[in-house]
Structures are given as structure tokens and as C-alpha cells.
């Protein structure tokens, strides 16, 4: 099975910040990766896909970006709204997701 | 809208089965894999099977065969997600998706069903 890392597990930041979480699989995944939000007693909300595409809906300040076996999501300014969990998922049999990262208020 | 609405939370006994339930509304049922996702408390995401309504096809994830039984019922649009042999450790959060094949993600989630194990 293909393993997701992510890294940190938790981040601590600023509303305004920039925040990149890192997600690196343990085989090369091609682009076959989503991001997705959860907030505490919700379903995870797809953010982006197939690596760097935004779902509609969802701020421009979401950006992805990588290949292969390293991916980024990066929130170009955080704001209120976007403290939660966030997790990565690749598309292969089986699906495998990160162990999330939590990004609290610092 | 498309929307997947699950079944009611439930209490049970270890050694006992659990059968979920999610309906899909606002879409053609039959056109999209349906995927069952597990989260325990404060813990991750994790995969345990998937079903395609048209033909039945199921596919599961090693650590659930044998104790996993997807069905659907194409005439109420519903999927169902039944667990068996169930021990305190299946304490979660049981949550259906839809895999939409164009963008590789799981874009509409069920409001997921807590299912408690406790004696």
C-alpha cells in the first residue's frame, strides 16, 4: 500500500499568515492527489484535486503544487475560517490518506 | 443540489453487526462509485471499501475483508455499509463519498454516522 506522510502534524499560525503543508508518498503517485478540509464534527470538504485544481467554490488563497512523490498546499493568507484539519489522499487501490494536519490559531 | 444523507447514529453491543445506510440524492445513482471511509476519534481518514451502484462491484480494503459487506438498492438510491464482528476499537465516525472519476476526489461526503461499540 502506498503510505502518505504529512508534515507538521500540527502548525501553529496567525490569521494573515502563509502556510505550507507538506504530504510525500512512499511511491510515486503520478498527480493523482486531492486535498481536503475538515472542521471538528463535519465531513471533509474536497479543497483541490488532481494535485494543483481548486474545486469550485473554494478561495483562491488555496493553492497545490507538486509531483510524484511531493506535494504542497500552501494558503497564501490565512484567515479565520481556515483553522481545521487538513489531509491528503492518493488515488490508487487502496486509497490512503495523511494522517492530517491540524493548523491552530497561534 | 447532489447530496448523500446517512443513517442515524448507533449504539452497539461487541460481537454485533452495524449496518449503515447513505442516500444519494440530485445525481444519476447508478454512474458513480460509492466509498466508505472510517475515522475514528481524533484520529485520521481511513479507506474501507467502495461499491459501484450500477453492477454491484465491490472492492475492499484488506484490513475490512471479511468483516465488510457493501450492498446497494438501485430502486431507493441507497448504499449500505454493514460491519461485522464489531469490537470497542470500531468506535468512529463512518462516512460515505462519492468518487467522482474526472478530478480523482471524493467531492460530496455524507454528514457521516457515529457508530459506538461499548458493552
Known amino acids: 500500500d502506498i503510505q502518505m506522510t504529512q508534515s507538521p502534524s500540527t502548525l501553529s499560525a496567525s490569521v494573515g499568515d502563509r502556510v505550507t503543508i507538506t504530504c510525500r508518498a512512499s511511491?510515486?503517485?503520478?498527480?493523482?492527489l486531492a486535498w481536503y478540509q475538515q472542521k471538528p464534527g463535519k465531513a471533509p470538504k474536497l479543497l483541490i484535486y488532481?494535485?494543483?485544481n481548486l474545486e469550485s467554490g473554494v478561495p483562491s488563497r488555496f493553492s497545490g503544487s507538486g509531483s510524484g512523490t511531493e506535494f504542497t498546499l500552501t494558503i497564501s493568507s490565512l484567515q479565520p475560517d481556515d483553522f481545521a484539519t487538513y489531509y491528503c489522499?492518493?488515488?490508487?487501490?487502496?486509497?490512503?490518506f495523511g494522517q492530517g494536519t491540524k493548523v491552530e490559531i497561534k | 443540489q447532489a447530496q448523500l444523507v446517512q443513517s442515524e447514529a448507533e449504539v452497539k453491543r461487541p460481537g454485533a453487526s452495524v449496518k449503515v445506510s447513505c442516500k444519494a440524492s440530485?445525481?444519476?445513482?447508478?454512474?458513480?462509485?460509492l466509498h466508505w471511509v472510517r475515522q475514528a476519534p481524533g484520529q485520521g481518514l481511513e479507506w474501507m471499501g467502495m461499491i459501484h451502484p450500477s453492477g454491484g462491484t465491490t472492492n475492499y480494503a484488506q484490513k475490512f475483508q471479511g468483516r465488510v459487506t457493501l450492498t446497494r438498492d438501485t430502486s431507493t438510491s441507497t448504499v449500505y455499509m454493514e460491519l461485522s464482528s464489531l469490537r470497542s476499537e470500531d468506535t468512529a465516525v463512518f462516512y460515505c463519498a462519492r468518487w467522482l472519476r474526472i478530478k480523482n476526489a471524493f467531492d460530496i461526503w455524507g454528514q457521516g454516522t457515529m457508530v459506538t461499540v461499548s458493552s
Open positions: 511511491q510515486s503517485i503520478s498527480s493523482w
Open positions: 489522499q492518493q488515488y490508487s487501490s487502496p486509497w490512503t
Open positions: 488532481k494535485v494543483s
Open positions: 440530485g445525481y444519476t445513482f447508478t454512474s458513480y462509485y
